[in-house]
């Protein structure tokens, strides 16, 4: 459910994109910016709990505990956009520690 609407959603933000790149049509361009967190909520659902699940299948049972914590410790890097200045997007490059 949470991939097609990651799909369903990016399809929009394309099409919005477009219309702005080509057209100029401020709609467009502000229906592109209200697509990326709807995009980046769909793709949380998804994603995110499978990061921590998939740490913890991969590892033996005997170091499961250790290898999460270790895991949680080093951060959840993520990038974020920041903003649109002269045609190039600014990205920030965050890192959260627990």
């Known amino acids: 459910m949470s991939n097609a609407g990651m799909v369903i959603v990016f399809v929009f933000w394309t099409l ?3 219309l702005w790149t ?3 049509n ?3 361009a502000n229906a592109s910016i209200a697509f990326m967190p709807i995009y980046f909520l769909a793709y949380s659902i998804a994603y ?3 990061l921590v699940s998939y740490t913890v299948e991969i ?3 005997c170091i499961r505990a250790r290898g999460f914590a270790m895991m949680v410790s080093e951060g959840f890097p993520f990038v974020i956009g920041v903003g649109l ?3 190039v997007f600014v990205f920030c490059c965050c890192c959260c520690r627990t």
């Open 16 to 18: 919005t994109t477009a």
């Open 22 to 24: 080509t057209q100029e």
């Open 26 to 28: 401020r709609p467009a």
């Open 48 to 50: 995110t709990p499978m």
């Open 59 to 61: 590892l033996p049972y």
């Open 85 to 87: 200045t002269d045609e």
